[in-house]
């Protein structure tokens, strides 16, 4: 199927979480800056928090990097799928990376004003925002599932609205840990894991649909 649609849901829909994301990220530690009054660091040297926050910057982008991947097989390798069911599928993955990318910039957000007071708890950021990254893997799987189905099943359709909207569990997550101590990660991991099992009851529901069990 050839279009601008399924461009727009499979790349530029995840590439627009991830710029809110990186929106949010680095305006949160310019404010967090000039609120600690931290000096300016000299020209030709490196920044350490600057290179820490172009980190959170960047784990948002997998949603893009994967939907390339999943656009390029629903164009080209799987010519044979019907238009409704490459719309169902890119809105599945679309979805997704789009609310992945929006939880992630959440918890980055705190992390980048967290980090110039503690630059330790940076590795701690680092693990509650990937964690969110398990949303995205599974729609891509599902996503993945649907293409290579063969016939495609009765529910293909349903199967990728019900993961897409599930995705919004990764949004959830970033919402239940970003209040939460960065020193209590045991109960950050747990109240993430809480958002994204919305999400994995949304991928077994999609999983069932596909007749994959």
Do not use: K
């Amino acid at each position: 199927m050839d279009g601008i649609l399924p461009l727009m849901l499979f790349i530029l829909l995840p590439a627009v979480g991830v710029a809110v994301a990186a929106l949010l990220t680095l305006l949160a530690f310019r404010d967090a800056r000039v609120e600690t009054g931290a000096p300016a660091v000299p020209a030709g040297r490196p920044d350490p928090a600057m290179g820490r926050v172009l980190i959170f910057v960047v784990l948002p982008t997998t949603g893009p990097i994967f939907g390339f991947a999943l656009y390029y097989l629903a164009v080209q390798a799987y010519p044979s799928l019907a238009g409704d069911a490459v719309i169902a599928i890119g809105t599945c993955f679309g979805m997704a990376g789009l609310f992945t990318a929006l939880g992630q910039g959440i918890l980055a957000r705190v992390a980048a004003r967290d980090i110039v007071r503690n630059p330790a708890n940076f590795g701690r950021h680092v693990v509650v925002i990937a964690q969110c990254e398990a949303v995205v893997v599974l729609a891509f799987a599902i996503a993945y599932l649907s293409m290579s189905a063969d016939p495609p099943p009765a529910g293909l359709a349903m199967a990728n609205y019900i993961m897409g909207v599930s995705s919004i569990g990764a949004v959830v997550s970033g919402l239940l840990v970003a209040n939460v101590d960065p020193a209590r990660m045991p109960r950050r991991i747990v109240r993430g894991m809480a958002g994204t099992g919305l999400a994995l009851v949304g991928f077994l529901a999609a999983f069932l649909l596909l007749g994959m069990a």
